[in-house]
C-alpha cells in the first residue's frame, strides 16, 4: 500500500549532472524525513543526503558542494541535483523516507553510471 516510485537514473559522462526524483504514495502517516542511499561495487551502502521536515540537511562529506537534496511536503516528494558527477558516484541510488512513528519505506533503486 506505500510506495516510492524513484526516477531520474541514467548514464551520463565525468562532469555530467543528472536529477533524481522519489515520490512517495499510500497510508504513510506523516512523513518526518526523507533522503538517498546509495550502494556501489564492492562497497557497503552510504547515506548520501537527507532532509527534514524543517528542511534541515545532511550530506556525506564526498558529495558535499556537488549534490543537493529539496523536498515537496505537499506532494510527498525528494529530488537530488547530481552536479560534476564523477566515476565514483557510479551506484544504485535508493529512497529512503521515515514516519513519525520511525517506519522506514525504500524504493526499489535507480542505476546512477557515470563513466571517464
Known amino acids: 500500500q506505500v510506495q516510492l516510485v524513484e526516477s531520474g537514473g541514467g548514464l551520463v559522462q565525468a562532469g555530467g549532472s543528472l536529477r533524481l526524483s522519489c515520490a512517495a504514495s499510500g497510508s504513510i502517516f506523516t512523513i518526518t524525513a526523507m533522503g538517498w542511499f546509495r550502494q556501489a561495487p564492492g562497497k557497503q551502502r552510504e547515506l548520501v543526503a537527507r532532509?527534514?521536515?524543517?528542511?534541515?540537511?545532511v550530506y556525506a562529506d564526498s558529495v558535499k558542494g556537488r549534490f543537493t537534496i529539496s523536498r515537496d511536503n505537499a506532494k510527498n516528494t525528494v529530488s537530488l541535483q547530481m552536479n560534476s558527477l564523477k566515476p565514483d558516484d557510479t551506484a544504485v541510488y535508493f529512497c529512503n523516507v521515515i514516519d513519525s512513528l520511525s517506519k522506514l519505506y525504500w524504493g526499489q533503486g535507480t542505476q546512477v553510471t557515470v563513466s571517464s
Open positions: 532532509i527534514l521536515s524543517g528542511s534541515d540537511t
